[in-house]
């Protein structure tokens, strides 16, 4: 979690960061954590103060209040419908002052503002919970700090309350220096751990008389409990039971697995390099008495071998040679790969060729969207094809690849998804998913309760348990009667069928923590509560239809019973009155990892024939508001448009526009993009994109690519990928990404041209300050639309559009996105804007005609 706050003053020592107070508290796995900071206004003046938390992405808001002028404004737990009707009465459109978003691979990141009149103190106060989960034999506690100035009282303090008896516990952050690392004080008993952290005003500079802080980072604790072989351990209390099973020293179960690897175009340079080197590492952790198999995959199925091989040391080393030849090319048919790879795994079962007790698994590796077969049906032929006897597990490699169809589609089949950051590290996020799913313990585990005991159980069968991880159940009691509570376990082991069963010893916690029972409370409730919303929501995406709705349905009633704010519910907070303004509220919304938002995707593209006309076309998408906006820009052929500006980063972009070869018999003549300048002044990098050839000119050096070739070029400031008549990508070093698509026209065609479509992937890299035809928008736009009516076209209604002041109107319709699918596109529903963008684009259309394909002025 982060925990900042910060202050807009032209005189920094009028805001003074009081306190802030980290509080968490862990019971038996589940973490209570209180944020809490004080923030003085010292000026003559009202002052806007910020507060931002990161908390982990798995955990729920419970919790938040402000205390200004000792009055308390509470947040509310609504439905996040009701909640968005109330917000939208009560401020008007883009004046959202709170925030929850993604903020890198673990955490999400709440924030919110206020006013706060002179001489007073605001108080803000966080809660959140979640459950912790076991991952290579550990728990980890994850706390962000960033305060970004100074703060009189800072402290993280953590407690952890574990019955069974803590095996190790352990401490550490990102920031901490030598001087910093005896402040870090563990006191740890059999059954409790304390760790503290409260550096003084003076520890916490990073230099003598510096205003600048040491504390910027990740405090970290990670802790095990001992675990006894049998039933595990049984919690109970307040008539709610926790059951965790994670039994020691079971030999691994053999398993057979399939690495399906996606090495499609986009896959090219350095995610092809890491998946291989990925590879390189893992193979050589098979156990001799595993089987596997290596099936690559573009618009083209290649495997290694036609049936899966025991990993002896010989077979594991030609597989390794395999894998270095691997290289990059075409589409991306995820349907055929998928059923090719369940195919063998179902053949060699039938044949006897596997080990009888062992676990068949896919690994599927994938950056991109399926771009042969629609998802529903990949979705559908997969779930058919495994009959339940497969577990599915997929990586999605970067931000633009499909992560919800791969969440659904593991769930659907015993597996899990895991998203792969494009980073320095992706190799080892890569092995470490792997190591996660490498030693199966168990298979098929049933744990079972008197059903006269017990009710409201969650999931109680789980199709494998792996080394280092866990299984939690939890459920209501329906009387206080346990004598009765029988339990037993049962699955299939290596070499027999395991099976326990006992009566369950109770814990009596005011017992075994006498001065602190009164902390623990409700917290096996919550834990239930917490582990039920969770599979509920699992549920309502990949269950079968039937179950989708009651799930949904119960997952939102236990939302706000509980108060946790969930992908179903919002948390409405009503602010104090800012001067003239009444009162206003905002929300907080919880993010999923398949939805969390994504910066917008800005493309131009020459409509292709069968579209209303063929002038270039700019589409703004913008996966938050799930929509697009697009217009069409009417100019002579010949004519030079500027893009992208952005004289801050160097980053500048123009595109000229060509005209049909003659006027066709409709007298109407199409345009299109047919080059496009690409300059980075930074870097001193040129690039010339057009339809026949790229040529890239660096410290006064010039190289040409053609079209009909697939290459890469790599150096220092610029990677280039060429697919051969279909794509091509650019990536400027620590900069955006832009991706230009050749559509080749049939030759011999009377009226039409090839032409080039331009993609921008990225926009977040370039300054706020960027401009230009698609750059303006790179940052997002605020707009509302209303009074939808009937327009000329039935498919196609009239609205009144509200943006940047101006009332338009605007007509939906659609325009096409050929990325995945070149040939024919993919209809992208938009509002359109009328007259040039006229409303939407600052200015008008002739403002960004510049003189050169290089100009950047």
């Not at 003598?208 to 109970?236: H, S």
């Not at 376990?489 to 029972?517: H, I, L, R, T």
């Not at 108060?563 to 206003?584: H, R």
Request: aromatic letters at 10%; one cysteine or more; hydrophobic letters at 40%.
């Amino acid at each position: 979690m982060l925990f900042l706050l910060q202050k807009r003053s032209t005189n920094e020592a009028t805001v003074e960061v009081h306190s802030v107070t980290v509080d968490c508290t862990v019971t038996s796995r589940f973490a209570h954590t209180v944020m809490t900071s004080v923030a003085l206004n010292k000026a003559n003046t009202s002052k806007e103060i910020f507060f931002e938390v990161e908390l982990p992405k798995s955990a729920f808001i419970t919790n938040f209040s402000m205390e200004i002028e000792e009055k308390v404004y509470v947040g509310v737990v609504k439905e996040k419908e009701k909640a968005k009707k109330q917000y939208q009465k009560a401020v008007s459109s883009g004046q959202t002052a709170g925030l929850v978003k993604a903020s890198g691979r673990k955490m999400e990141k709440f924030s919110v503002s206020v006013s706060i009149a002179a001489e007073s103190n605001v108080t803000f106060v966080l809660t959140y919970e979640e459950l912790l989960q076991r991952k290579l034999g550990q728990y980890e506690i994850l706390i962000r700090v960033k305060p970004k100035s100074l703060v009189q009282q800072f402290q993280i303090l953590t407690n952890i309350y574990e019955p069974q008896g803590l095996s190790y516990v352990d401490a550490h952050a990102t920031f901490l220096s030598n001087e910093l690392l005896p402040l870090v004080e563990k006191t740890v008993s059999d059954k409790k751990a304390q760790i503290s952290f409260s550096p003084t005003l003076e520890q916490q500079r990073k230099c003598p008389g510096c205003d600048g802080t040491l504390i910027d980072g990740d405090f970290i604790v990670k802790y095990d409990v001992n675990r006894q072989q049998g039933l595990g351990e049984i919690q109970i209390v307040n008539g709610h039971f926790v059951h965790f099973f994670a039994p020691p020293d079971l030999p691994r179960v053999p398993k057979n697995v399939v690495f399906v690897i996606d090495r499609s175009g986009s896959m090219y340079g350095r995610k092809m390099a890491q998946t291989r080197e990925a590879l390189l590492k893992i193979l050589p952790d098979l156990h001799e008495e595993d089987y596997f198999a290596l099936i690559q995959f573009d618009t083209r199925i290649l495997s290694w071998k036609d049936s899966l091989t025991k990993a002896t040391k010989e077979n594991v080393a030609a597989a390794m040679d395999y894998v270095r030849t691997i290289v990059d090319s075409g589409g991306t048919d995820i349907n055929a790969a998928m059923l090719q790879a369940i195919n063998m795994l179902v053949k060699d079962r039938q044949g006897n060729f596997l080990p009888e007790r062992s676990i068949d698994m896919i690994i599927l590796l994938t950056d991109g969207m399926p771009n042969v077969s629609d998802i529903s049906t990949i979705q559908e032929n997969v779930r058919s094809a495994t009959g339940g006897n497969m577990s599915l597990f997929c990586l999605g490699f970067g931000n633009d690849v499909d992560y919800n169809f791969l969440d659904v589609m593991s769930k659907q089949n015993k597996g899990l998804a895991r998203r792969i950051f494009e980073a320095s590290d992706a190799a080892l996020q890569l092995q470490g998913f792997y190591d996660e799913v490498s030693s199966p313990l168990l298979l098929e585990i049933d744990l079972q309760y008197p059903d006269n005991a017990v009710d409201y159980v969650t999931t109680s069968h789980f199709p494998q348990l792996f080394n280092g991880s866990e299984i939690v159940v939890a459920g209501r009691l329906m009387d206080n009667d346990l004598d009765n509570f029988l339990v037993e376990v049962v699955g299939q082991g290596f070499e027999e069928q395991f099976n326990v069963q006992g009566q369950a010893s109770v814990v009596d916690w005011n017992v075994m923590y006498p001065d602190e029972s009164y902390i623990f409370g409700d917290f096996t409730e919550r834990l239930w509560a917490y582990l039920t919303i969770q599979q509920l929501l699992q549920k309502s995406e990949s269950g079968a239809s039937d179950e989708k709705a009651n799930a949904t349905a119960k997952a939102l009633e236990m939302s706000l019973q509980y108060s946790f704010v969930t992908p179903l519910t919002s948390m409405v907070v009503t602010k104090p009155e800012e001067g003239d303004e009444p009162d206003s509220s905002f929300i907080a919304d919880k993010l999923t990892e398949g939805k969390a938002k994504k910066y917008p995707c800005l493309f131009s593209q020459a409509s292709a024939e069968e579209l209303m006309d063929g002038d270039p076309h700019f589409v703004i998408e913008l996966p938050e508001r799930n929509d697009s906006l697009c217009f069409n820009i009417n100019n002579a052929p010949g004519t030079i448009l500027n893009l992208v500006r952005d004289p801050e980063t160097g980053v500048f972009v123009n595109g000229q526009i060509i005209g049909d070869k003659k006027i066709p018999p409709n007298g109407k003549m199409n345009t299109y993009f047919w080059r496009f300048g690409i300059i980075h002044q930074t870097l001193g990098v040129r690039l010339q994109v057009t339809t026949q050839y790229i040529s890239v000119l660096q410290d006064g050096k010039e190289v040409k690519l053609l079209w009909t070739d697939t290459a890469s070029l790599k150096g220092p400031n610029v990677d280039i990928h060429v697919t051969k008549d279909r794509s091509l990508t650019v990536t400027l070093k620590g900069s955006v990404k832009f991706v230009i698509l050749l559509h080749k026209v049939w030759k011999n065609h009377p009226y039409h041209r090839d032409y080039l479509g331009f993609y921008t992937l990225d926009t977040h890299l370039l300054s706020p300050s960027v401009h230009g035809l698609l750059g303006q928008f790179y940052h997002g736009i605020e707009y509302e639309v209303t009074g939808l009516r009937p327009g000329e076209s039935p498919e196609k209604p009239d609205a009144t559009m509200f943006a940047k002041g101006q009332e338009l109107n605007v007509t939906r319709g659609w325009q096409r996105d050929f990325r995945r699918d070149i040939k024919n596109g993919e209809n992208v529903p938009c509002w359109f804007i009328h007259n040039n963008g006229s409303g939407l684009i600052d200015g008008v259309e002739t403002d960004y005609i510049v003189s050169g394909l290089f100009t950047t002025v």
